[in-house]
């Protein structure tokens, strides 16, 4: 099982059944990204703007968010939201 922070999130057997569905690799540091990214999602810190982008607010400070959006090789580096 994964953890972020203290609270379960994800365990390894969804976790690489999310990367296969996704054909990502199953490598450690790809499956950890797949749990912190549930985590953000099961503490309701991503909010959905369209098919290309959404806001995440920080799970350390959260007066801080960062706007995602999706680019020809994946999602640019996020910028904060002031």
Do not use: K, W
């Amino acid at each position: 099982m994964f953890t972020s922070g203290c609270s379960l999130v994800i365990d390894l057997d969804d976790a690489r059944l999310f990367a296969q569905h996704f054909q990502l690799d199953e490598d450690r540091p790809t499956l950890r990204c797949i749990a912190r990214a549930s985590a953000l999602c099961h503490h309701d810190l991503v909010q959905y703007l369209n098919a290309s982008s959404f806001i995440v607010r920080s799970q350390n400070n959260p007066d801080v968010q960062y706007q995602m959006v999706s680019g020809e090789g994946g999602y640019e580096t996020p910028q904060p939201i002031h």
